[in-house]
């Protein structure tokens, strides 16, 4: 067996993988960032929804995402949109953002292994993780390391192995086609509620280019036992809805994966460990998006091990800095969501219908920190006390102090 030592090994090619390694190498660790498929992002699992704040902080260029300024619901017997004069959410390609940010880790001095598949965690006498052991094509390595960052996503493979973490019960199942349409409004993005929808969750269309667009479904597991590439293929074959106006529809490649809804849930630091992105359940219930969470905590992540490591010193309490900046930055705000998404999934048809009509009521700017999750206390406070539609207000009143 070949054997490799690190100061740092990230489990998993993602964004908040590759933001880590990128940091961590950056403040002057060695880093071994892990992915098991052959190339980072061969497999698409997201539909890369986002905001173009976040993409605009993390240094994404232009070419790896469509902007959208137009934000379109329907439900079965009503239909709203919601315009902005300028595009702050975006749809990412995903395979090229991810590639990206894994070659801009490269760039900073990470070593990247594909094709390389944990199949064991490394411990020591007492039971802590001090590293993995991966097999590449036929090759088993012993990747030794002083901190580990688990940021395998859903599967959260160290965490799970070392028996910290169960699999996630609460979570969302997405299937989507990536497709070419004849006709397309290239700007705004659909999001589709209701039965005929999703029984426990959404349909979409997201926008990638002038001419594709990514249709999916997400289903709350275990809300609803009904099959998301199922209802897909019901929905684009019926042309249900707004897929009817797409006009001819020709697939391009089909995307499936899963994402855990559980809120924060989880504890995130052990000794020598890290959990970041999904493997932490770092995710707006929502609408079911990650990615800028992963990106920007994925770096705390690298920035809190690389200190650690600085100081000799790679335990629990050593790494709770990541733990305390996240939880300071989003639990309120996931919470608040959380306590929406509750409410969304037990709407009927006809209370789905008058849900939009108080999501009509909202500006493009209270809609979008709505949808993004960011429910800042004063800023809630104040609409939930003066915004001129009483529905409105009792939407946000709903939401506020959490």
Not at 67 to 72: D, E, T
Not at 96 to 112: D, N, P
Not at 194 to 214: D, H, L, M, V
Not at 236 to 265: Q, R, S, T, V
């Amino acid at each position: 067996m070949k054997e490799l030592n690190f100061d740092v090994v990230v489990v998993g090619g993602g964004p908040a993988g590759s933001s880590a390694a990128r940091i961590a190498a950056k403040n002057g660790c060695t880093v071994a960032l892990i992915e098991k498929e052959k190339e980072i992002a061969e497999t698409v699992r997201t539909s890369g929804v986002t905001w173009i704040s976040d993409i605009e902080e993390f240094g994404i260029p232009n070419e790896c995402y469509n902007p959208i300024k137009k934000f379109s619901f329907c439900s079965p017997k009503n239909s709203v949109t919601i315009s902005d004069n300028i595009a702050k959410a975006a749809v990412l390609d995903v395979r090229k953002t991810y590639r990206f940010l894994a070659k801009r880790a490269q760039l900073s001095g990470s070593e990247v292994f594909t094709s390389t598949n944990v199949s064991e965690i490394l411990k020591n006498s007492s039971g802590e993780c001090i590293g993995v052991i991966a097999k590449s094509q036929d090759i088993e390595i012993k990747f030794k390391a002083r901190v580990v960052i688990d940021a395998s996503g859903f599967a959260s493979i160290v965490a799970r192995e070392l028996g910290y973490v169960d699999q996630w019960k609460k979570f969302g199942a997405g299937a989507e086609f990536e497709v070419k349409t004849e006709k397309l409004e290239y700007d705004n993005w659909w999001l589709m509620v209701g039965q005929e929808y999703s029984p426990a969750g959404y349909a979409w269309i997201f926008p990638t280019s002038k001419n594709t667009a990514r249709i999916g479904v997400g289903i709350g597991k275990p809300d609803s036992d009904v099959d998301p590439t199922i209802r897909l293929n019901e929905l684009i074959d019926n042309k249900i809805g707004p897929i009817k106006d797409l006009g001819e529809i020709e697939k391009i490649e089909f995307h499936y994966g899963l994402i855990p809804n559980e809120g924060l849930a989880r504890k995130t630091v052990y000794d020598n460990l890290i959990l970041v992105g999904d493997s932490a359940g770092q995710a707006n219930p929502l609408v079911l998006e990650g990615i800028r969470y992963a990106i920007r905590f994925g770096e705390v992540a690298g920035k809190v091990a690389a200190a650690a490591i600085k100081n000799n010193d790679t335990s629990e309490k050593s790494l709770m800095p990541y733990e305390k900046e996240w939880r300071h930055s989003i639990e309120s705000k996931i919470n608040s969501a959380v306590k929406v998404q509750n409410r969304w999934v037990g709407l009927t048809d006809k209370e789905w219908d008058k849900e939009l009509n108080i999501i009509n009521e909202l500006t493009a700017d209270e809609f979008l920190d709505f949808i993004r999750a960011d429910f800042g206390v004063s800023k809630m406070l104040k609409l939930a006390t003066h915004h001129p539609k009483m529905n409105v207000r009792q939407l946000f009143n709903m939401v506020k102090g959490t």
